[in-house]
């Protein structure tokens, strides 16, 4: 069974830094596309940050770009997300997905349909 794990969440002020990090139980990560989601209360899930299979590839919503990175490394079967400047608005659950991908090493993926395989999510609450 797949398990996605998640980490680094916790308490921070705003203008203060925190990484993500999810770690993924799957030998083929290499051939898995990533995501990070977030959902605060009342609030749907978005998607946050998107990398490729091969990493060439990544989005970010608008609201995040410039500082928020997302990152993988395949050696340890691990995504990241760096988060800077963390604003209140920030607070949420954040979620890792993963998409098995057979092809398209530069696609990244947008949907929430999208995605195969979960984790449980980490919270991260950003104080004024």
């Known amino acids: 069974q797949v398990q996605l794990v998640e980490s680094g969440g916790g308490l921070v002020q705003a203008g203060g830094s925190l990484r993500l990090s999810c770690a993924v139980s799957l030998r083929t990560f290499s051939s898995c596309a990533m995501g990070w989601f977030r959902q605060a209360p009342g609030k749907e899930r978005e998607l946050v940050a998107a990398?490729?299979?091969?990493?060439?590839?990544?989005y970010y919503v608008d609201s995040v770009k410039g500082r928020f990175t997302i990152s993988r490394d395949n050696a340890k079967n691990t995504a990241y997300l760096q988060m800077n400047s963390l604003k209140p608005e920030d607070t949420a659950g954040y979620y890792c997905a993963a998409k098995a991908v057979v092809t398209a090493s530069y696609k990244v993926y947008q949907g929430p349909d999208e995605y195969d395989y979960w984790g449980q999510g980490t919270q991260v609450t950003v104080s004024s």
């Open positions: 990398i490729s299979r091969s990493g060439i590839s990544t």
